[in-house]
């Protein structure tokens, strides 16, 4: 479900993860005039996330890398983005329902 506004998007990262217990990193960023979908512009920034869910059983988020391209408008405001994660969704999806998961030898060429 798409989350529109930059409060709502704000409001909504804040309450997924435990901002006690988590951390989000910015490893790098970058923007290319001219480029992304539209031709106006993109920013390129790479994360490291980790942390605790706020869901009942609390599951731990594992650490992962990630990469977000911000794909500019004419009016230099982002109107869509595209994330590419390190470990595959199903892998977030699965250990973040059954913790054990992440000690399960099919995600050992996973990484």
Request: aromatic fraction near 12%.
């Amino acid at each position: 479900m798409p989350v529109r506004g930059l409060r709502k998007y704000l409001s909504a990262a804040a309450q997924l993860f435990d901002q006690r217990q988590s951390c989000a990193e910015l490893l790098s960023i970058s923007s290319t005039e001219g480029g992304g979908e539209m031709g106006y512009g993109i920013v390129e920034v790479t994360w490291r996330l980790s942390g605790i869910i706020n869901l009942p059983w609390h599951p731990t988020v594992e650490p992962w890398t990630g990469s977000t391209r911000y794909h500019l408008d004419s009016d230099g405001l982002i109107y869509m983005h595209e994330e590419q994660w390190d470990i595959s969704v199903w892998r977030a999806f699965i250990c973040t329902l059954y913790p054990e998961a992440r000690e399960w030898i099919i995600w050992k060429s996973d990484n």
